[in-house]
């Protein structure tokens, strides 16, 4: 039988909730298209003194996409351990230190990220967008700036002025294997993750859209569960779509399906997210759409131990595999 190609692109935390469901099926075949504008955390600091990509989610997907037998896996629980101590190594993931190192010995991000793929037993391919080295900007509604995908993503410099537009600096192009992956997609998701600075910075690359809107595949969509504060406060279903389309620009046309979550936990949780100002997304998607809506429950049980709500990787890929 030919597997199905599908291409999951954004970063961080929402792509590898998707890969993980997404692996259970042996019948796709998996790639992952990463952003790589991150400046903050571990990935800012390595890039800061090594002038490396940023390396942290390209390790997510690594991780979510690991094959390593039950009895292996201590080294996937390695490649995340994170130091708590130590004035060096204090907040750095081993992971992104191990990337760094495969980088220099290897000699070329795709080459390490290649090796790492080996080593972890990776099943289907992660892929950074782009190999240049580029930063991430932002433009609010009074014309102001911000410079750095971590100040925009933790917003302290007028939380309450909205995005305008991103754009990248310098401009990037695409990596050649992210475009030939996309070209072949039989699928391709984007989302759920954060909005300004995990997605769009993907659909910012030359040559992404583009590849995008010439593959097979169709897009699905899938919506935040929560609004961010300085990114998309008080954002609807509706706000979401508008904004992916405006990225995804000639591409549009392809998006044929948003997912969107309508049941979440209350009490203790949602108490928790009222402190960062974040709220649950609303929707607002009726009418005649041009797309399909997919409504259902698509949160994890259970609260985790960061108190944050998550898309369940299982609930999410069933629905996906339904799309193909």
């Known amino acids: 039988m030919t597997k199905k190609h599908v291409v999951v692109i954004g970063g961080g935390t929402g792509t590898y909730q998707v890969l993980v469901g997404l692996k259970q099926y042996p019948q796709l075949e998996l790639s992952a298209v990463v952003a790589m504008s991150d400046s903050g955390g571990s ?39 994170r130091f708590k101590n130590g004035k060096e190594l204090r907040g750095h993931s081993l992971g992104n230190i191990f990337l760094a190192a495969l980088t220099q010995i290897t000699g070329s991000p795709e080459k390490a990220i290649a090796e790492a793929e080996r080593i972890l037993a990776v099943s289907g391919r992660v892929l950074p967008v782009t190999l240049d080295n580029t930063h991430l ?45 996309i070209l072949k997609a039989d699928l391709i998701v984007l989302g759920p993750g954060d909005l300004y600075t995990s997605i769009i910075p993907n659909l910012l690359v030359s ?33 979401f779509v508008e904004e992916i389309k405006c990225y995804l620009d000639g591409a549009a046309r392809k998006l044929a399906c948003v997912i969107v979550n309508n049941s979440l936990p209350k009490g203790k949780i949602l108490s928790w997210y009222k402190r ?46 339904k799309l193909i």
């Open 137 to 181: 900007c932002a433009v609010l509604a009074d014309g102001s700036r911000i410079f750095g995908e971590t100040r925009i993503d933790i917003r302290e410099e007028k939380p309450k002025v909205p995005i305008k537009k991103v754009y990248l600096r310098p401009k990037a192009r695409v990596f050649p294997q992210a475009r030939d992956a």
């Open 43 to 81: 990935s800012g600091r390595l890039r800061s003194e090594f002038g490396m990509l940023p390396p942290g989610d390209i390790r997510r997907a690594l991780l979510a996409l690991s094959s390593l037998p039950i009895r292996e896996k201590t080294l996937e629980r390695l490649f995340d351990f």
């Open 276 to 321: 960062f100002k974040a709220q649950p997304v609303k929707d607002n998607l009726n009418g005649t759409l041009s797309f399909q809506t997919l409504r259902g429950n698509f949160v994890a049980n259970g609260i985790n131990s960061t108190h944050l709500i998550r898309h369940s990787p299982q609930k999410l890929a069933k629905a996906l595999i």
């Open 207 to 239: 040559g992404v859209t583009d590849a995008i809107a010439k593959s097979r595949g169709k897009i699905i969509f899938v919506v935040n569960l929560m609004t961010k504060h300085g990114e998309t406060d008080n954002f609807t279903t509706s706000e």
